[in-house]
């Protein structure tokens, strides 16, 4: 009867450890399953993760590359174009100076930068010239004045401040027309009329067309 005893306890404590060893095994394989969706619930958060950065910077590298064309383009036009400008900042230092001022002051663009437009102004001219660049000058007016050159000889020139796309920074922008030649038509023009007003012998001033 003992033995009986013992072999009926046995056989209950083999189907209980079996009844263990099936519980640890599903709960291995719902966590297995558990995580399996995990990693990939992961990879597939990754993945969007990684694709999303890599449009982002497609989206940069674009953006980026545009503002180069655009400056590209914005600096050939401002080195093709005949006329001067000049940018400078708040304290009057040349923050950019285009090819056609540089060949009209003989000087080189790179080395004006940086420089105080103030030096370019002969003094005599600074009442005319100061507002210009310190921001007093409406963008409708203009005003005349003589510049030096860098051999020492002088230029007429017209100014006409010019709106920034952001004026924030206190930056000023100038545009200078050289006006050399209207000045020596124009001294031609009054030593002509000053011949004619006080020449004593009769002038006829014809188109210069004989028939």
């Known amino acids: 009867l003992s033995v009986a005893i013992y072999l009926a306890m046995m056989l209950v404590t083999l189907l209980q450890f079996h009844g263990w060893v099936l519980n640890m095994l599903r709960d291995m394989r719902e966590s297995n399953m558990s995580l399996s969706i995990a990693s990939r619930t992961l990879e597939e958060q990754v993945t969007a993760r990684t694709q999303q950065l890599e449009l982002q910077i497609d989206i940069a590298r674009e953006a980026r590359n545009a503002v180069t064309r655009e400056r590209d383009f914005a600096n050939t036009i401002l080195s093709t174009i005949t006329q001067g400008l ?65 051999d020492g000889q002088t230029v007429f020139v017209s100014l006409h401040p010019l709106p920034l796309p952001n004026e924030r920074d206190g930056n000023r922008a100038v545009v200078v027309t050289d006006l050399t030649e209207y000045m020596q038509a124009d001294a031609e023009r009054r030593l002509l009329q000053s011949v004619v007003e006080h020449s004593e012998e009769p002038i006829v001033i014809t188109d210069g067309q004989i028939e």
């Open 86 to 150: 000049l940018i400078v900042n708040p304290r009057g230092n040349i923050v950019y100076a285009n090819p056609a001022i540089a060949r009209l002051l003989g000087a080189q663009a790179d080395d004006m930068k940086d420089h105080s437009v103030f030096a370019l102004c002969l003094p005599e001219d600074r009442l005319v010239f100061d507002p210009v660049f310190g921001g007093n000058l409406a963008q409708s007016d203009n005003a005349m004045v003589r510049l030096l050159r860098a």
